[in-house]
């Protein structure tokens, strides 16, 4: 029914009736149903009589339901960023890539401002930015800061010509949280989810100062238990004589 309207333009159900060789009721309950996904809207018939019964309506095709048939984006941008390539070089897709972000950047920094300054804490409220605006992205800490995942990218065939895209991504990213990020895996690249390392503070006994001096401590020479009288290695320090009395030295002490 969607095709009927793509390529017939608006028309009223029982138009669309006619054409399928079924009852105008049972267009109509299908209808409904694309009205409710917001395929299709239904609007009056300019310029129709006004006479007995329901007005003429016509149903419209919506650009949801026209973003379910196939398009050619990604060829036309292919396209043109190759005759970018071709004409300027790498740095001039560079520079598309970086204006085709910089509203993106815009939209996230209003949220992001508001959020804690840690960069994990930041990521959390761009993961949310970012989600809304198509991305599917989600948050998560680890012991060595954070991580950002977007589980969706909008222009990941592009990319996997282009490189500069995740680049121009990666750097926007990182002035977000207000630090450097890693990317560690791309869509583009045969990844299944795009993961953006962004470090942050280390542990408590996970490398730190703490953990070097537990370690100097323990490195420390303590007596081992049964061997107080052992005699040193040869290439230790050099010991005074003993001056332990044997019994038979007591025995000639005078009292």
């Keep these: 029914m969607s095709g009927l309207l793509l390529e017939h333009g608006p028309q009223t159900a029982t138009e669309l009736a006619g054409q399928l060789g079924v009852s105008p009721t049972a267009v109509r309950r299908h209808l409904d149903a ?13 310029g129709a009589r006004r006479g007995r019964g329901r007005p003429a309506r016509l149903f419209h095709l919506t650009d949801v ?25 790498p740095e001039a897709v560079r520079a598309v890539a970086e204006a085709q972000l910089a509203g993106l950047e815009q939209r996230c920094s209003s949220a992001v401002e508001a959020a804690p300054g840690a960069p994990v804490d930041r990521a959390q ?8 605006e198509g991305y599917a992205a989600s948050a998560s800490a680890i012991s060595s800061g954070g991580q950002l995942c977007q589980h ?3 222009v990941a065939h592009v990319a996997a010509e282009f490189p500069q895209l995740c680049e121009a991504e990666t750097a926007v990213i990182g002035r977000l949280v207000g630090t450097h990020v890693q990317r560690l895996a791309t869509i583009a690249h045969g990844d299944g989810v795009c993961t953006t390392h962004i470090p942050g503070p280390v542990r408590a006994g996970l490398g730190g100062r703490d953990h070097i001096r537990a ?10 238990p049964g061997e ?11 010991t005074a004589p003993s001056t332990s009395l044997t019994p038979t030295d007591r025995e000639r002490t005078p009292a």
């Design 125 to 132: 409220v761009l993961a949310a930015a970012l989600t809304a």
């Design 152 to 154: 969706h990218c909008p």
């Design 228 to 238: 107080r009288g052992a005699p040193r290695s040869p290439a230790g320090p050099r």
């Design 65 to 89: 339901g026209r973003s379910a048939f196939p398009h050619a984006y990604d060829d036309l941008a292919l396209t043109a960023l190759r005759h970018v390539a071709a004409v300027g070089g």
């Design 34 to 46: 694309l009205v409710a996904t917001g395929q299709i809207e239904e609007r009056p018939a300019s």
């Design 215 to 224: 370690g100097n401590r323990s490195a420390s020479a303590r007596p081992v």
